[in-house]
């Protein structure tokens, strides 16, 4: 079967099972069988693939798996991120998030970063290859998300995979930014999440009884790791401005902003200690 034929067939079969953005889906995967970009899909459209892989990847889709664990990368900021089972999948919003703390950081000589709660490592990773003065310490506790994390910061000399929890800071030196993308849904809403999203680990996306447990326990245990005049950069959910900005100030925390992301939704929370 040729790669068009292929193309073809599976918007065709992800279409008739339910499956949202089919010809996206199809063009990624039969790109991934075939070796190439996405971009290249229209100089290969003539060249043979085998099937019976490109079938069990379609059957993998269709069965709620998200893409980005079928094809075992995914591209973010200018990088590519290995990823799977046992690790939260890199969004594109959290891209901002990353841009944000670049910006940042090349304003400062030699800066020490620490990503919390890291998972494949894609902000502080990012962050490394961007500013190749800074190092940045990727923090993460999960023993299935520690092998993403370890294999993708071989990507950068200065990002160093470090096994530990937020709840129990590791000893570490001061830094002159900490950014974190940390778990946030509250408990009782995981169930209702989409089907893709209950593939990826339910550590990496629960925050507690009200989504907010990580961000008190990193403003309070991490702060004293931060220099005076250091900032400290969150990802949030959108209803979450105002409640992570009032733990912010109850630990000393100010310059407070809340920033909206491409969508228009409240995405980041930045402050200085």
């Given at each position: 079967?040729?790669?068009?034929?292929?193309?073809?067939?599976?918007?065709?079969?992800?279409?008739?099972?339910?499956?949202?953005?089919?010809?996206?889906?199809?063009?990624?995967?039969?790109?991934?069988?075939?070796?190439?970009?996405?971009?290249?899909?229209n100089?290969?459209?003539?060249?043979?693939?085998?099937?019976k892989?490109f079938?069990?990847?379609?059957?993998?889709?269709?069965?709620g798996e998200?893409?980005q664990?079928?094809?075992?990368?995914?591209?973010?900021?200018?990088?590519?991120?290995?990823?799977?089972?046992?690790?939260?999948?890199?969004?594109?919003?959290?891209?901002?998030?990353?841009?944000?703390?670049?910006?940042?950081?090349?304003?400062?000589?030699?800066?020490?970063?620490?990503?919390?709660?890291?998972?494949?490592?894609?902000?502080?990773?990012?962050?490394?290859?961007?500013?190749?003065?800074?190092?940045?310490?990727c923090?993460?506790?999960?023993?299935?998300?520690?092998?993403?994390l370890?294999?993708?910061?071989?990507?950068?000399?200065?990002a160093?995979p470090?096994?530990?929890?937020?709840?129990?800071?590791?000893?570490?030196?001061?830094?002159?930014?900490?950014?974190?993308?940390?778990p946030?849904?509250?408990?009782?809403?995981?169930?209702?999440?989409?089907?893709?999203?209950?593939?990826?680990?339910?550590?990496?996306?629960?925050?507690?009884?009200?989504?907010?447990?990580?961000?008190?326990?990193i403003?309070?245990?991490?702060?004293?790791?931060?220099k005076n005049?250091?900032?400290?950069?969150?990802?949030?959910?959108?209803?979450?401005?105002?409640?992570?900005?009032?733990?912010l100030?109850?630990?000393?925390?100010?310059?407070?902003?809340?920033?909206?992301?491409?969508?228009?939704?409240?995405?980041?929370?930045?402050a200085i200690?």
């Open positions: 079967m040729t790669l068009k034929e292929a193309y073809n067939y599976g918007v065709y079969f992800l279409s008739c099972n339910g499956v949202d953005e089919a010809e996206f889906k199809s063009l990624c995967l039969v790109c991934h069988i075939a070796g190439i970009n996405n971009s290249e899909y100089f290969h459209t003539s060249d043979e693939i085998i099937m892989r079938a069990e990847l379609l059957w993998r889709v269709k069965n998200p893409l664990y079928v094809l075992g990368k995914w591209d973010f900021y200018d990088s590519e991120f290995k990823v799977g089972k046992g690790v939260l999948i890199p969004r594109p919003e959290t891209e901002e998030l990353t841009e944000l703390v670049i910006k940042e950081a090349r304003a400062v000589e030699f800066p020490v970063i620490f990503d919390l709660c890291a998972g494949t490592g894609c902000i502080g990773i990012s962050v490394a290859k961007a500013v190749p003065s800074a190092k940045v310490f923090v993460e506790k999960s023993a299935q998300a520690m092998p993403y370890t294999d993708n910061c071989k990507q950068a000399e200065n160093v470090v096994d530990g929890d937020v709840f129990e800071p590791p000893s570490l030196p001061q830094a002159d930014i900490i950014v974190s993308n940390p946030y849904i509250k408990s009782c809403e995981i169930s209702s999440l989409q089907k893709e999203v209950s593939f990826e680990p339910r550590i990496a996306l629960d925050g507690g009884d009200d989504g907010l447990d990580f961000y008190r326990a403003c309070a245990k991490w702060k004293v790791l931060l005049g250091g900032s400290i950069f969150f990802e949030i959910g959108e209803t979450q401005g105002e409640t992570v900005s009032e733990i100030k109850k630990n000393a925390f100010s310059d407070i902003k809340i920033i909206k992301d491409m969508y228009g939704n409240d995405r980041i929370v930045r200690y």
